[in-house]
């Protein structure tokens, strides 16, 4: 039987706090001085795997979240610290917060808090290397409104008939769970359409997309008449989902 996991001990300081939650002026500057990118993106659509391997392209710098949440064992290997998160209690979460030593922070299920730190960020720019990661789109608001440096990105699923293949093509899934992933996929496109900030890359093929993608980010140029197809392409996607979810 799955356990619940406990709610936060120190909840309503970590809410008295996020309230009205800035970051330091250290890491303001990080965020003026370098290039952080945000890939947003729905289930399925190939994100983790563009990381890795814009990662291993050395040019790179994965950001791995603080989460105040205990590690969990996934398919017979237990999470570390530095790979899936660095594992902090609320103690250090929360002293934390009062340096304001995290870009952003949310709490989950009033059972823990998840956030980008500045330890982070600093590698990445003492490495000389491009500060990346994986986010929810609340957080691309938040951490946008600090700085124009940053690259939200928004990575799409191919046509709907392959993003359901790659989708199935994870393995065994109960239909409510798939119900579940797709009506948030939804939801998700809808918030990114409505951000004039995000810019757009449909995953047609990894390889492509990830040199794309690339060249992207160095030049800061996405051309009019890609992100108007993109565009185009999300709202099909939409159609395709309300489609299918009715």
């Not at 299920?109 to 500060?131: D, F």
């Not at 809808?190 to 060249?215: C, G, K, M, P």
Request: proline share 4%; aromatic share 8%.
């Amino acid at each position: 039987m799955f356990e619940q996991p406990p709610l936060l001990t120190h909840l309503n300081e970590f809410q008295r706090i996020l309230k009205t939650y800035k970051p330091s002026l250290e890491l303001l500057d990080l965020l003026h001085d370098n290039k952080f990118v945000l890939l947003a993106a729905p289930t399925a659509a190939g994100r983790n795997t563009i990381i890795r391997n814009l990662i291993m392209t050395g040019k790179y710098y994965y950001v791995v979240s603080d989460t105040t949440r205990r590690p969990r064992i996934n398919n017979g290997i237990p999470e570390t610290n530095g790979n899936e998160y660095w594992f902090k209690n609320e103690a250090e979460f929360l002293q934390g917060l009062k340096n304001g030593a995290y870009v952003e922070a949310a709490i989950i299920h009033n059972q823990q808090v998840s956030g980008v730190s500045l330890e982070e960020l600093r590698k990445a720019s003492q490495t000389g290397t491009i500060a990346i990661t994986d986010i929810d789109i609340h957080g691309c608001d938040t951490i946008k409104s600090y700085s124009d440096a940053t690259i939200p990105v928004f990575i799409l699923p191919p046509a709907f008939p392959e993003w359901m293949r790659r989708l199935d093509g994870r393995g065994a899934m109960d239909p409510q769970e798939k119900r579940r992933r797709l009506t948030s996929a939804a939801e998700e496109i809808e918030l990114a359409l409505q951000r004039s900030y995000f810019r757009f890359i449909v995953n047609w093929d990894l390889r492509v997309t990830v040199d794309a993608l690339h060249q992207h980010i160095i030049t800061g140029e996405f051309g009019e008449l890609e992100q108007a197809n993109a565009h185009i392409h999300a709202e099909q996607l939409l159609t395709d989902l309300s489609g299918y979810l009715r």
